[in-house]
């Protein structure tokens, strides 16, 4: 199964930086997957997940998950404010925080439950138009805000350009976490998680390196 194989070259990236093992959890991106591959990686035994889409993960891992027991499922696509509420019940972590509204939508949500997910704040390392994401340099006071709304923002998370070395980016990320007391770092995709890993990712996130390649609805 391409699990293992991902599983034994994440191993051997985290030895290569001097990392522990283990330092590194891989997020399996099943958005779009057909149900029988995203079971066949579960009867392989992985237990984290990620999904783009509230309405194609609320369809499908309630389900799995009573039949599978304990399964973490991610948010890493963008989210949508008035899907908020379903996303917080959900998901076991959203790593896309990535505006005012967002944050304190969550925060509310958040004081009404006792309880929040995981949170990454999303940074736009680009400055790319057409991305979601938080500006660098706006960064810092992003996070002031959500601390001052008492959520708990555990990482960043980042998308390099396409087409561009994502070393520089994931270096940038890394030290934005750092400089402001971050301990969580998802970074890093199918054709780029061994450098996301050596430069501190704590989360890579793989998709069709483990499904194989998506086949969207025309």
Not at 112 to 124: A, S, T, Y
């Amino acid at each position: 199964m391409a699990l293992s194989d991902i599983s034994t070259r994440i191993a051997a990236a985290e030895r290569a930086a001097g990392r522990n093992a283990g330092a590194v959890r891989l997020i399996a991106v099943s958005k779009v997957q057909p149900l029988e591959r995203v079971e066949a990686v579960l009867e392989g035994g992985h237990r984290l997940f990620g999904e783009n889409y509230v309405q194609e993960a609320a369809g499908k891992w309630p389900d799995l998950r009573a039949r599978f027991g304990a399964v973490a499922v991610h948010m890493i696509g963008p989210l949508q404010t008035n899907k908020a509420k379903v996303a917080v019940e959900l998901f076991d972590a959203i790593h896309t925080v990535d505006r005012p509204s967002l944050a304190e939508k969550l925060a509310r949500l958040a004081q009404d439950r006792g309880r929040c997910p995981e949170l990454f704040v999303q940074v736009n390392t680009g400055a790319e138009p057409q991305k979601a994401g938080v500006l660098p340099d706006d960064l810092d006071a992003f996070l002031a805000t959500c601390r001052g709304m008492d959520l708990p923002v555990q990482g960043l998370m980042c998308i390099p350009p396409e087409g561009e070395d994502s070393a520089p980016h994931f270096a940038m990320l890394a030290g934005m976490a750092a400089r402001n007391g971050i301990s969580g770092l998802s970074m890093g995709m199918s054709g780029d998680f061994e450098a996301a890993i050596a430069a501190g990712a704590t989360h890579v996130r793989v998709g069709s390196a483990i499904f194989g390649a998506r086949t969207y609805a025309s």
